[in-house]
């Protein structure tokens, strides 16, 4: 939890720079970049970490990253913040922070639904449509395929778990005949 709350502290800086700047959507993509970039290359992390070179060099490693993925001086600065602070480890959880501030600003809200076969585009568009209805935000809708559902489908948003699939509806029946069997 204190890792969460750490990277959400930075994403919330670096967002609100980012607003001031009008440069909420690419400083976001800057964001991921770098993130993909350090994703690739887990050497390239480890050196950032590591006690053994100076933060000198440390920096000039992020700089040389930042400078060949042409993010803005507001990114690089916040990158090299991260680096002096050795909270380069905590980029991934930023990301994610940023990604949900980043969305709330825009109106919107993103959605996964898991269904144990491929739903029909129909089907998508109305479970859009209903969340966009209860939420008065934008809904980014993500599909998962999920094999041991037996049928029907789970909607998770946030920290909203709607479960309409047929697996969760025997667990229940069988919970109510044990608890009328007891």
């Known amino acids: 939890m204190k890792k969460a709350g750490v990277a959400r502290k930075y994403a919330k800086a670096l967002i609100d720079v980012a607003a001031e700047n009008n440069g909420v959507e ?9 993130i993909e970039a350090l994703g690739v290359s887990s050497e390239l992390g480890k050196v950032l ?19 060949k993925l042409g993010v803005s001086t507001e990114v690089k600065n916040f990158f090299r913040l991260l680096i002096e602070r050795r909270g380069i480890w905590l980029l991934s959880d930023i990301g994610t922070a940023y990604s949900r501030f980043e969305d709330d600003i825009a109106g919107r809200v993103r959605a996964q ?4 076969t491929e739903l029909a585009e129909a089907t998508l568009n109305d479970v859009r449509e ?16 999920n094999p041991e ?5 789970v909607v998770r948003m946030d920290n909203l778990i709607l479960d309409g699939s047929i697996k ?3 667990e229940s029946m069988q919970e109510k005949l044990l608890e009328g069997a007891v």
Not at 26 to 34: C, D, H, N
Not at 49 to 67: F, H, I, K, W
Not at 135 to 140: E, L, P
């Open 26 to 34: 690419s400083y976001g993509k800057e964001l991921a970049s770098v």
């Open 168 to 170: 969760a509806q025997l």
């Open 113 to 116: 639904v898991q269904a144990p």
């Open 149 to 153: 559902l037996i049928g029907g489908f």
């Open 49 to 67: 970490l590591n006690p053994m070179y100076t933060l000198d060099e440390r920096q000039a490693v992020g700089d040389g990253l930042s400078d």
């Open 130 to 145: 209903k969340l966009k209805a209860e939420t008065g935000k934008d809904v980014i809708l993500t599909f998962k395929k």
